[in-house]
């Protein structure tokens, strides 16, 4: 089972976002998405566990279509997806063990002790032992993006879309997500979706990588083949090259 | 030219337009509320944090307002019906607009701004930092976290508080018509039972119900529907304080319509 | 926390729910430790009052009317009183409603039968239950002398088909009853007179003139017997235009002197009117008084409204102010 987008096509009033984008992840792949602020990376995500609604094309997961699927069974499938926010979207007004535990009380038949390991158990993956108490206000950036992430893994769910988890982090931290990352992919098999703007991380997590662009799928290969690639808008993503894109643009001008 | 005559047409048609859309989000709000109420493992442990702080936390303010409102009656009972009327007309008085009127509609209203408002801004500030759709990616149904629980504890707790402010609100009035109006208390007890009808109690207790009902409702609808960061928030929380307050006082003519 | 929460809230939900319930209990006069028994009484009618209404016994508040309902069959109105079980009734204790004060809230007091042996109780079904009469209000006064004049009239109407000396006897007491009530009406009048000083002079001539009225009834009663003797109706009934021409007489002048009793007179005028218009039917009518024979419920109905209006009259003279204050608002 898998996550498949078909021509996906999204706008919010007069601006188009997405047009015509297109993904298929592997079962137990980990795949990236880079594409520039605002290309429509996190809308994406939103639309896998039914968040938006498309206005036209397909988004398939675990094999059942989320757009068709009743309320009920929507919420059957958001209980195999974890999904980390951009901005972490913490519950303010509870604790940092209640945010993490929320997800677990939804599972019939856990216990208070259970759940209370289970957040311990997450909050140790994400190198926040201890804050259990916190309140999310009392955190850093960085710290309740990675409560976010605790919170995301904690129902240990199949798949896990990442929206730029190791943003706002520093080196150390993040190759400790990074290796979150990789550890959720191969110790317990979860197929995995990485919004980040880091090569880094994108190179390390990352089976393959997509690059969104201009609301369609510019690239779609492995780290090697993107280290490769020719294509100067990919290219001057990856390097940080904004004059690329100039080339790009003077290009296509000749060609038309 | 054509673009200036017809900017008066665009205007009325996005009117009417977005008058109808926003007719149809409350319809939706509504049987999505009606639904969700079967998420009873959902919301059921969050409606006595909510009656804390939607009830609760509302008696004092119910009880200040109340206590002056049943000094003043009181005092202007007394001066209204100088000579003409006998002074237990002052319990009558009292007791009868506390019970009917001012009880239920100075708390609706005192409430519509303490707990619409708070509602509104709460799960506005909810709706812009995603934490709504956080809810939803762990599949809690919103509407039956958020919403239920607030809605079913102000018609709970608003009934409630009115009827400690009402009993405070008379027991004020009493207190002034003894000190200040040199009226016994056989004779103001004596007024306050003269029209007394147990459907008076219940009377109050339904416009009370359904004021907790509507300013919770406007609450969550403007806190859900909140968009546009915090200058967004500040908007609902405006708008569900308004719109509660003239809806308080539509269903208030409703009910004096209907049950009197 | 959590725990916090759910003491508070239970508390406010309990004191809200106390005082719903303990204060709609004693502000519906509801008797906590005091020793209560249900007194049922039966009337034909029972005015204004209505559940919540003081209960009295001397003018001291024993209870409240706890309910008001319309026994099966629609004659009776059966109430039920909740008093202080260690007040002494009487023995013939009878159950009289009336207006507390203007402002329309009524009472029930318990008196004596004895002591109103006029008023119109209505007879209750069983013996634990006491017999009951509304004090009509001033409203119904007017109703009632209008009653009082229909009748009279249906019987003018009936004293055509025949003329007995039985029914000239039940006339003669009816007649009598007139004129008892006219003599109450001119008590009444003198004792306006004396409480509303400014009046005086109007309202003494207006008793002068009822007494000459009176007097001129009476005439007509000492003659009957010898009237019916000797068959002189026609001679009966010019007497008693003239009675009724006095009577006309007497209500306008009242009427205009006296603004206070003005409810009174037109009251009067109307009786009166009716009453000439009954001389003039039974001058003018063959076989008088006969159907009166063939009807003795209607000579009942006559007595009876005619006791109606002298309960009326004495409670006015009784409580003038309650009457004559209501004319102030
Ligand atoms: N709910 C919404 N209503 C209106 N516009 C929206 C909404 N959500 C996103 N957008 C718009 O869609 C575009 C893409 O937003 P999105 O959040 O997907 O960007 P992104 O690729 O995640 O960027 P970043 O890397 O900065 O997070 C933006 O221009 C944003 O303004
Ligand atoms: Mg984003």
């Known amino acids: 089972m898998s996550i498949v987008i078909k021509d996906l096509h999204k706008s919010f009033g007069e601006k188009q976002i997405l047009q015509g984008f297109a993904l298929d992840v592997q079962d137990g792949e980990t795949l990236a998405i880079l594409g520039h602020s605002g290309s429509g990376k996190s809308v994406t995500l939103k639309h896998i566990v039914g968040l938006l609604e498309p206005d036209q094309g397909e988004v398939w997961v675990d094999g059942q279509a989320v757009t068709e699927l009743k309320t009920e069974e929507l919420y059957e499938l958001r209980r195999r997806v974890g999904y980390v926010f951009q901005m972490a979207a913490l519950f303010d007004s509870m604790s940092v063990a209640e945010n993490v535990g929320l997800g677990l009380r939804r599972i019939s038949g856990m216990t208070e002790d259970a759940i209370q390991s289970r957040v311990a158990e997450c909050l140790d993956l994400v190198d926040l032992s201890g804050f259990q108490d916190r309140r999310p206000s009392e955190l850093s950036g960085g710290q309740r993006k990675r409560v976010g992430l605790a919170r995301a893994i904690a129902t240990k769910p199949g798949y896990v879309l990442y929206d730029e988890p190791t943003t706002g982090l520093d080196p150390v931290t993040k190759a400790v997500i990074d290796g979150l990352i990789t550890k959720m992919q191969k110790e317990l098999g979860v197929t995995g979706v990485v919004v980040t703007h880091d090569m880094q991380s994108a190179y390390r997590v990352s089976d393959r990588i997509a690059m969104l662009y201009e609301g369609k799928t510019r690239f779609l290969g492995t780290p090697k083949e993107i280290q490769a690639t020719r294509d100067p808008v990919v290219r001057a993503f990856i390097e940080g090259r904004p004059e690329l894109l100039q080339e790009e643009a003077t290009g296509a001008k000749e060609e038309s | ?260 | 926390m959590k725990r916090r929460n759910e003491t508070l809230v239970g508390l406010v939900l309990l004191a809200g729910l106390a005082t719903a319930i303990f204060g709609t209990m004693w502000l519906q006069g509801w008797e906590w430790g005091r020793d209560v028994v249900p007194v049922e009484a039966v009337f034909r009618d029972v005015g204004a009052a209505g559940a919540g209404n003081a209960v009295k016994v001397r003018g001291v508040r024993i209870g409240r009317i706890s309910d008001v309902s319309v026994l099966p069959g629609g004659e009776l109105v059966q109430m039920v009183m909740r008093v202080d079980a260690d007040v002494p009734l009487p023995d013939d204790a009878a159950v009289v409603l009336a207006p507390e004060s203007m402002f329309g809230d009524w009472q029930a007091e318990i008196v004596s039968q004895a002591d109103f042996p006029h008023f119109n109780f209505a007879a209750p079904p069983g013996s634990d239950v006491l017999p009951g009469y509304a004090l009509p209000d001033i409203s119904r006064l007017t109703a009632t002398a209008d009653r009082i004049s229909e009748n009279l009239a249906d019987l003018t109407d009936r004293i055509g088909i025949a003329f007995t000396e039985e029914t000239a006897r039940n006339l003669a007491l009816t007649i009598e009853n007139i004129q008892e009530v006219s003599n109450q009406l001119s008590e009444l009048i003198e004792q306006q007179a004396a409480t509303f000083g400014e009046v005086a002079a109007g309202v003494d001539e207006a008793t002068g003139e009822i007494g000459r009225a009176a007097a001129s009834t009476r005439s007509v009663f000492d003659r009957l017997d010898g009237v019916l003797a000797a068959g002189e109706v026609e001679a009966l009934l010019t007497d008693l235009r003239q009675v009724s021409a006095g009577f006309e007489g007497l209500a306008q002048e009242a009427s205009v002197t006296s603004r206070e009793l003005g409810g009174m007179a037109s009251r009067a005028d109307s009786t009166f009117a009716r009453l000439d218009h009954i001389l003039e039917v039974a001058q003018g009518g063959e076989g008088v008084l006969g159907r009166l024979l063939g009807d003795p419920a209607l000579v009942d109905e006559v007595e009876g409204t005619l006791v109606q209006l002298q309960l009326l009259l004495e409670d006015v003279r009784e409580n003038p102010r309650r009457y004559l204050r209501l004319s102030i608002f």
């Open chain 2, 1 to 260: 030219m054509t673009s200036r005559l017809l900017a008066p047409l665009n205007w009325v048609g996005g009117r009417v337009l977005r008058g109808v859309s926003s007719l149809g989000r409350w319809g939706h709000l509504l049987t999505d509320t009606i639904r969700a109420l079967r998420h009873v493992d959902v919301w059921l442990r969050l409606v006595l944090a909510q009656m804390a702080r939607i009830g609760v936390d509302s008696v004092p303010i119910a009880l200040f307002i109340a206590t002056f409102t049943g000094i003043v009656l009181a005092l202007q009972a007394s001066y209204t019906f100088t000579g003409a009327v006998p002074l237990y007309f002052v319990g009558v008085l009292v007791g009868k607009t506390m019970i009917l009127e001012l009880g239920p509609v100075l708390t609706g209203l005192a409430l519509a701004g303490r707990v619409g408002a708070n509602i509104a801004a709460e799960l506005g500030t909810m709706r812009v930092t995603e934490q709504i759709d956080a809810l939803e990616t762990l599949a809690y149904p919103p509407v039956a976290y958020l919403i239920v629980p607030r809605v079913l504890a102000g018609v709970v707790m608003f009934p409630v508080v009115t009827i400690l402010a009402v009993a405070l609100g008379i027991a004020a009035g009493w207190v002034t018509a003894l000190q200040l109006l040199d009226m016994s208390t056989p004779e103001f007890v004596r007024g306050l039972m003269l029209f007394f009808l147990p459907f008076d109690v219940w009377f109050a207790v339904i416009k009370a119900a359904s004021f907790g009902l509507v300013v919770c409702m406007v609450g969550c609808f403007y806190g859900f529907h909140t968009t546009g960061g915090a200058e967004g928030v500040g908007l609902s929380t405006t708008r569900a304080v308004v719109v509660s307050s003239m809806l308080i006082l539509v269903l208030d003519a409703f009910w004096a319509v209907t049950l009197l």
